[in-house]
């Protein structure tokens, strides 16, 4: 079923190859099938192939793809998975060079946030603790340690952003904690210094697949090096095209490296697209062919043409939310196309709300992705620090967290005292609040409750030695009395259950992957791991998203709404001078759709309370205008518009009197 582009790809392993796939050409199936062929007939160890992917969302699909093409032996002895889960697997079994000791936690984007606050000057604002955030994380990116980031540091701003990194690494050292950016820092670093370490991992990954290699940092690719060695026994496939994370340290240069690094380095291009029709492909190549490229592609469809582009100009944003709205009605209605093959993208979430409204009067269903995630949810935080503190008694950050959950009246001012003492004695806070010199420095009633919390946790770790993590998460909910608690301090029954059903999941997701030889904190950090995205289930509900979380995603009708300058592209890239990036995120809009394609632009739209005028994107006038039906061109086909428009809202209306309202 490859077509000759795709089994050379396959079948090409003697040299490092790069696969240029254009957005719906079959990448995934090259990979797959790459891995079955590696191991059928280069009779290549699965143990020693590692397939790494950006989302666990997609490794997990394709270890279901190649389950299918090989044994279940060999498939369980594979490495599928993200570039951060791979970190978190080198560490656990490298853990001592790394300076860790075993049972480490990984801190979530929270607790570093908790941090990094502590550490940075009393009072400072939010946009400066952002600034700190961001140039720390930007330093991880880069490989470099604290020490390398002062040196580095070109500005007050950053120095002083160095300084807090230096701060939080060794506040990280004390918790025996990473945090994300260190699942990759802490492998490289050790890669590149240890040749023996080197050398062993080079033997235990012969080959490597990277996909999406177009979104990898320096860092990443720095670890892709370091692992492939002189041999460059990998194959990495891309798309420079649909490099869209340049915001958050994606470096599409590194697809140029390749070649420099490894002068016998393929590249095959992927041009057929089985996605789109013909009419959408011939827009998205339009389009894109206004960026500069160091490999032309083009891609070409054996699909139909398909409907004509429909371009809406809109009074504002709500009229916008009306009109599109009650397309996805007509749809529905008039085609029988289901909710789950629609969806509505745009640059930013502040767009969603309303649509939200339009979609809720029109009564269509959707599903908000980026919303609160499950791991999100404050009863299933409180039951991972639960577990990573039996597991990591040194992770204070864990120990905040829960020493007062439920409440034990041990309040801010007892913590802050604990704190200072645990700090001039060189220990955790679990540690120093099991000692009596230093319960007998606090108050009576506080130091009863440490001492009750402490004991409570021996008794738990004492329990972990015999228990399944699932049967531990059960456990600690009845020791603890926090099951108790949610019953008796949720009034609204849905509520309720929805507490207690996300820590009943928590239970099911840690018994789905128990193994024989992972820890109940090996899971737990496996799960710190996982993303919104990882978890969205939504049925058949019409999908909204922004166009950067629809990267990987197709649906029969999609619709970009804010097709105006200012939005797309957005006035900080354009400030930036990064038009190229919003063009191709442009493009990854465009090619999500497979039949029909619905771009609007709103004339006015309120920003900060202030009205604005619009003109419409510069990327509309960049497609092929005889593809494009602009509304208030052609009579005839708005005549059609507006009577599907008016065919929604009388049904809308009829539904309304039906249900009383």
């Known amino acids: 079923m490859l077509n000759p582009q795709q089994l050379a790809a396959v079948e090409h392993c003697d040299t490092p190859l790069l696969v240029l796939a254009g957005a719906g050409s079959g990448k995934t199936s090259v990979i797959t099938q790459k891995i079955a062929y590696l191991i059928q007939r280069r009779r290549l160890a699965p143990s020693r192939i590692a397939a790494i992917t950006f989302t666990n969302k997609a490794a997990k699909e394709m270890r279901e793809r190649v389950a299918k093409l090989i044994s279940s032996e060999d498939a369980a002895a594979l490495t599928v998975c993200t570039f951060h889960a791979l970190g978190l697997k080198f560490l656990q079994i490298e853990h001592a060079r790394a300076g860790l000791r075993k049972g480490f936690s990984v801190l979530d984007a929270d607790d570093s946030e908790v941090i990094l606050k502590e550490l940075a000057p009393k009072g400072a604002k939010p946009d400066v603790l952002f600034g700190i955030r961001s140039l720390v994380s930007r330093a991880k990116n880069a490989g470099l340690s604290p020490e390398e980031a002062t040196a580095a540091a070109r500005s007050p701003r950053e120095m002083d952003a160095a300084m807090i990194y230096t701060l939080y690494q060794a506040r990280l050292a004390a918790f025996n904690a990473v945090d994300f950016d260190d699942l990759i820092r802490l492998p490289l670093r050790i890669l590149e210094s240890d040749e023996e370490c080197r050398a062993a991992w080079r033997e235990r990954l012969r080959y490597l697949l990277v996909d999406e290699y177009q979104d990898t940092n320096d860092a990443q690719y720095r670890l892709l090096k370091a692992l492939a060695g002189e041999r460059g026994g990998f194959t990495c496939v891309g798309d420079d095209d649909q490099s869209i994370y340049a915001w958050r340290g994606a470096n599409p240069e590194n697809i140029d490296q390749l070649s420099k690094d490894w002068p016998s380095l393929r590249v095959i291009k992927l041009e057929q697209n089985y996605r789109c029709g013909r009419r959408i492909l011939r827009a998205a190549n339009k389009l894109i062919a206004n960026n500069p490229h160091l490999h032309e592609k083009k891609l070409w469809s054996e699909h139909p043409e398909g409907a004509q582009i429909r371009v809406l100009e809109c009074k504002d944003n709500e009229h916008e939310a009306e009109r599109v709205a009650a397309i996805a009605v007509t749809l529905a209605e008039k085609h029988k196309a289901r909710w789950h093959e629609m969806a ?158 996300n820590l009943r999941e928590l239970a099911d997701w840690f018994r789905a992957m128990q193994r024989n030889d992972s820890t109940t904190g090996d899971l737990a950090a496996q799960l710190a ?133």
């Open 344 to 501: 509505i993208l745009y640059r930013g979430n502040f767009q969603a709300r309303p649509l939200e409204k339009a979609l809720r009067l029109a009564r269509v269903p959707y599903h908000l992705t980026g919303a609160l995630s499950f791991l999100d949810r404050a009863e299933v935080k409180d039951l991972l620090c639960y577990l990573r503190l039996l597991t990591n008694p040194s992770d204070d950050a864990a120990f905040l967290r829960v020493v007062n959950v439920p409440k034990r009246e041990i309040g801010a001012t007892t913590l802050e005292k604990l704190g200072q003492i645990a700090q001039t004695r060189n220990a955790s806070l679990l540690d120093a609040a099991r000692s009596d010199g230093v319960l007998r420095q606090l108050s009576p009633r506080p130091a009863a409750a440490l001492a009750g919390f402490t004991t409570l946790m021996d008794e738990l770790r004492s329990a972990s030695l015999h228990a399944s993590a699932a049967d531990l998460v059960e456990t600690v909910l009845k020791r603890t009395g926090y099951a108790s608690e949610i019953a008796a301090s949720t009034t609204d029954a849905a509520l309720r259950e929805r507490r207690l059903g």
């Open 529 to 661: 791991l996982l993303s919104h995205a990882d978890r969205d289930e939504p049925g058949n509900a019409l999908r909204m998203m922004t166009l950067h979380a629809a990267k990987g995603l197709e649906f029969r009708f999609v619709f970009i709404v804010g097709c105006e300058e200012g939005t797309l592209p957005h006035d900080g890239a354009m400030d930036e001078g990064r038009v190229d990036e919003e063009r191709r995120l442009m493009y990854v809009g465009i090619t999500r759709a497979k039949e029909m394609l619905t771009l609007s632009w709103s004339s006015k739209t309120k920003r900060y309370g202030e009205v604005h005028s619009n003109q419409p994107s510069r990327f509309l006038h960049e497609l092929p205008q005889d593809d494009l039906h602009w509304q208030g061109k052609d009579p005839e086909a708005d005549k059609e518009v507006v009577r599907e428009t008016a065919e929604s809202h009388m049904a809308k209306i009829k539904a309304m009197l039906a249900g009383g309202g």
